[in-house]
């Protein structure tokens, strides 16, 4: 059953009424309730697999039972501007999470248990300041999206089963030492990463020395807008990697090696490219033909 909520203004007795007689649903939208300020108490819907209220701008509270769905595969709440708070989460049948542009709030809700089901997960222009020791416990994240500068590159790659990574805008990001990295990260990336970007993000050299090589297996790598000044010679071991987009790297002056299945290239604005770094990837180029 679908059961999709258009103009409501506040959550009231009658509807609390009705949603108790729909013990069977299984989809619950408040989508776009501009002026809905509470999600009630959805402990009668047990059957519940999915629950999204997203881009509802007056939404200051959530239920505790919203976090106690035994059934719920995906929670979106994306949009949700005046949200401060959100209730702890024991959701153990949960696939994805999808939190972007809450933009009040600034505590990760609390997890209760094992919610090792998560495989999407999306933290997208988000004010949190720290994220709880929750990756470890994702066994099961395939794809993360995220744009907060709590990121810490180790922690994230210790989900084995991660293909998709994407990082936007986080200029705050700090990288491990060296020996710290190689401690941490060793060979606990995941074989499975095939896309890895990182936007407008203040990578810089000292990430082309610790974890780049752990990148050796994707397939698509996305550095635009960084801070590196040169792509070093391991690059052309990078053996599966098919698309490669250094676009805005303004101090980007030499590409040491390219790799040798690469299909599609963009460097555009590189403003610091040397001749002799372009003159790299010219002769790959030349030697297809």
């Known amino acids: ?7 409501w203004v506040v959550i009231s007795f009658p509807l609390l009424f009705y949603l108790q007689k729909f013990e069977n649903l299984t989809s619950l939208n ?20 999915k629950l999204s209220f997203e881009w509802c701008e007056s939404l200051t509270v959530v239920h505790d039972s919203v976090g106690f769905m035994t059934k719920l595969k995906t929670l979106s709440v994306e949009g949700c ?18 939190l972007s542009y809450c933009s009040s709030l600034e505590n990760f ?38 744009n907060c500068d709590f990121v810490r590159l180790s922690s994230i790659f210790m989900t084995p089963e991660l293909s998709d990574f994407r990082v936007y805008n986080c200029k705050g990001w700090e990288w491990e030492k060296p020996e710290e990295t190689q401690e941490q990260m060793g060979s606990i990336v995941s074989s499975k990463l095939d896309d890895f970007m990182a936007l407008s993000c203040n990578l810089n050299d000292d990430f082309l ?4 090589t752990q990148l050796a297996h994707v397939s698509y790598l996305w550095l635009q807008e960084s801070d590196i000044t040169f792509l070093p010679e391991c690059i052309k071991e990078f053996y599966n990697l098919h698309a490669l987009d250094v676009s805005d790297c303004k101090l980007l002056q030499e590409i040491r090696g390219v790799p040798p299945k690469l299909k599609h290239f963009k460097a555009k ?3 610091s490219l040397t001749s002799s770094g372009s003159s790299v990837l010219l002769i790959q180029v030349l030697s297809c033909f």
Not at 209 to 212: A, I, P, Q, R, V
């Open 269 to 271: 604005n590189c403003t």
């Open 30 to 49: 408040f989508d776009d309730c501009k002026l809905l300020t509470r999600i009630p108490d959805v402990s009668d819907l047990q059957n519940l697999e």
């Open 109 to 146: 809700p609390e997890i209760l248990g094992n919610m090792k089901n998560i495989k999407r997960l999306e933290l997208i222009n988000l004010p949190i300041k720290e994220l709880p020791n929750l990756f470890q416990n994702l066994t099961g994240l395939k794809n993360l999206l995220v």
């Open 1 to 7: 059953m679908y059961f999709k909520c258009i103009h």
């Open 209 to 212: 020395s610790t974890g780049f």
């Open 81 to 98: 501007s005046k949200l401060t708070s959100f209730p702890p989460l024991h959701l153990t049948s949960l696939e994805r999470l999808e």
